[in-house]
């Protein structure tokens, strides 16, 4: 006989998951109904109003994909755009060769503007690019890059891309409640996130959020989206403004609850507050990172302070660190991708695990271990 799996209690300062506030995971455990119940589509309404307060977007299509972020990557790219068009496509880390992958398997061709990892997209980059490709119809590029821990100036890119027609697809999964993404007033077109990160849900959401302009494009579409599960014309029956919420796919009913109490946490401490405390948390921590003498990949003015990305010292074995901090504090930190593996850590200081404490707990333990 197999066991129950009980897994033990960590402190997630990764690149995510983070923590999960305790209300979000009472809340999962509330009661199941049916995912047309009206109780639930009531449930679905707030939900709906509380995501366009954390995008900060008066968007009718703005809903939760039932899928983790790569989902509502796929869910923008597979909407927006059509066999044939050519993406500009930004890359400062990982996430920008996602977004690559994602514009071949729609059989459109991908541009690149490549920056060095650590570093903001550049945007005369950008406009040199979409200069030489007048033909594009797309822009896409990441806020807030998970693998170096920099960000990058969306109202400046979303700018240059609407100023050469193109629509703007913006990556906000770590950015998303832990520093400002201005949807609307910036006016990105369309936009995704993730629940895990700095929202401190569980994962396997992802919210997202398209504008008029989106929403036209996806309406004149001359080939059909190629995801069933993923075309929003579809969707929009189940979550659009007005919808009359045919069925579509059966919902993940408790995750969702999860996900509905996390932005109620987040509307009662204020988006603005929320910013403001990954902020202090990050200065505590680079204090005490500097004070031992590590020093960060990004330059301070771009720097998240949701996902801190230090140098590992000379000498030091990086995974026997991170080994340590898991297995004698409980505690849970990233390591490097692509051309940093084995050269950083990634501090995680998100959501929920955003806060003096655990910047304490991290600067005494690393300190211990470094000694
Ligand atoms: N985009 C960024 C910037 C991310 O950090 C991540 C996950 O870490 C993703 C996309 C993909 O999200 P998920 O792992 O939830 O599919």
């Given at each position: 006989?197999?066991d129950?799996f009980?897994?033990?209690?960590?402190?997630l300062?990764?690149?995510?998951?983070?923590?999960?506030?305790?209300?979000?995971?009472?809340?999962?455990?509330?009661?199941?109904i049916?995912?047309?119940?009206?109780?639930?589509?009531?449930?679905?309404?707030?939900?709906?109003?509380?995501?366009?307060?954390a995008?900060?977007?008066?968007?009718?299509?703005?809903?939760?994909?039932?899928?983790?972020?790569?989902?509502?990557?796929?869910?923008?790219?597979?909407?927006?755009?059509?066999?044939?068009?050519?993406?500009?496509?930004?890359?400062?880390?990982?996430?920008?060769?996602?977004?690559?992958?994602?514009?071949?398997r729609?059989?459109?061709?991908?541009?690149?503007v490549?920056?060095?990892?650590?570093?903001?997209?550049?945007?005369?980059?950008?406009?040199?690019?979409?200069k030489?490709?007048p033909?594009?119809?797309?822009?896409?590029?990441?806020?807030?890059?998970?693998?170096?821990?920099?960000?990058?100036?969306?109202?400046?890119?979303?700018?240059?891309?609407?100023?050469?027609?193109?629509?703007?697809?913006?990556?906000?999964?770590?950015?998303?409640?832990?520093?400002?993404?201005e949807?609307?007033?910036?006016?990105?077109?369309?936009?995704?996130?993730?629940?895990?990160?700095?929202?401190?849900?569980?994962?396997?959401?992802?919210?997202?959020?398209?504008?008029?302009?989106?929403?036209?494009?996806?309406r004149?579409?001359?080939?059909k989206?190629?995801?069933?599960?993923?075309?929003?014309?579809?969707?929009?029956?189940?979550?659009?403004?007005?919808?009359?919420?045919?069925?579509?796919?059966?919902?993940?009913?408790?995750?969702?609850?999860?996900?509905?109490?996390?932005?109620?946490?987040?509307?009662?401490?204020?988006?603005?507050?929320?910013?403001?405390?990954?902020?202090?948390?990050?200065?505590?921590?680079?204090?005490?990172?500097?004070?031992?003498?590590?020093?960060?990949?990004?330059?301070?003015?771009?720097?998240?302070?949701?996902?801190?990305?230090v140098?590992?010292?000379?000498?030091?074995?990086?995974?026997?660190?991170?080994?340590?901090?898991?297995?004698?504090?409980?505690?849970?930190i990233?390591?490097?991708?692509?051309?940093?593996?084995?050269?950083?850590?990634?501090?995680?200081?998100?959501?929920?695990?955003?806060?003096?404490?655990?910047?304490?707990?991290?600067?005494g333990?690393?300190?211990?271990?470094?000694?």
């Amino acid at each position: 006989m197999t066991d129950s799996f009980h897994p033990p209690k960590r402190v997630l300062m990764g690149p995510g998951p983070s923590d999960v506030d305790p209300r979000v995971l009472e809340a999962m455990a509330r009661p199941t109904i049916g995912h047309l119940d009206p109780l639930f589509v009531t449930m679905m309404d707030e939900l709906k109003g509380m995501l366009q307060y954390a995008f900060r977007t008066r968007n009718a299509l703005t809903l939760p994909v039932s899928a983790p972020g790569s989902a509502g990557m796929e869910t923008a790219f597979v909407n927006l755009v059509e066999p044939g068009d050519t993406v500009i496509v930004c890359q400062n880390g990982v996430f920008g060769g996602r977004m690559k992958e994602n514009v071949e398997r729609c059989g459109a061709t991908p541009v690149m503007v490549e920056d060095e990892w650590g570093r903001p997209v550049d945007p005369q980059k950008l406009e040199d690019a979409l200069k030489a490709h007048p033909e594009a119809r797309t822009v896409a590029f990441v806020q807030a890059e998970t693998s170096t821990g920099a960000e990058s100036d969306t109202r400046t890119l979303v700018e240059i891309a609407h100023r050469h027609d193109c629509l703007a697809i913006v990556d906000t999964v770590t950015a998303l409640g832990g520093t400002p993404v201005e949807t609307d007033a910036w006016g990105i077109d369309a936009v995704y996130s993730g629940s895990q990160k700095c929202l401190s849900c569980t994962p396997g959401l992802s919210p997202v959020s398209f504008s008029e302009a989106a929403v036209a494009r996806i309406r004149n579409r001359k080939h059909k989206v190629q995801s069933w599960f993923l075309d929003l014309n579809l969707v929009m029956g189940y979550w659009g403004e007005g919808a009359k919420r045919a069925y579509h796919h059966t919902a993940p009913i408790n995750a969702l609850y999860g996900l509905h109490e996390a932005l109620v946490l987040l509307q009662a401490e204020g988006i603005e507050n929320a910013w403001a405390r990954h902020r202090r948390n990050h200065e505590a921590l680079r204090a005490g990172l500097e004070a031992m003498g590590l020093s960060f990949v990004v330059a301070p003015e771009h720097r998240l302070p949701q996902l801190n990305a230090v140098r590992v010292p000379e000498g030091v074995d990086e995974a026997a660190v991170r080994g340590a901090l898991l297995d004698d504090y409980g505690i849970e930190i990233g390591a490097g991708l692509g051309p940093l593996a084995g050269r950083i850590w990634r501090i995680g200081l998100m959501g929920y695990a955003s806060n003096p404490r655990n910047v304490y707990l991290l600067l005494g333990a690393l300190e211990a271990i470094l000694a």
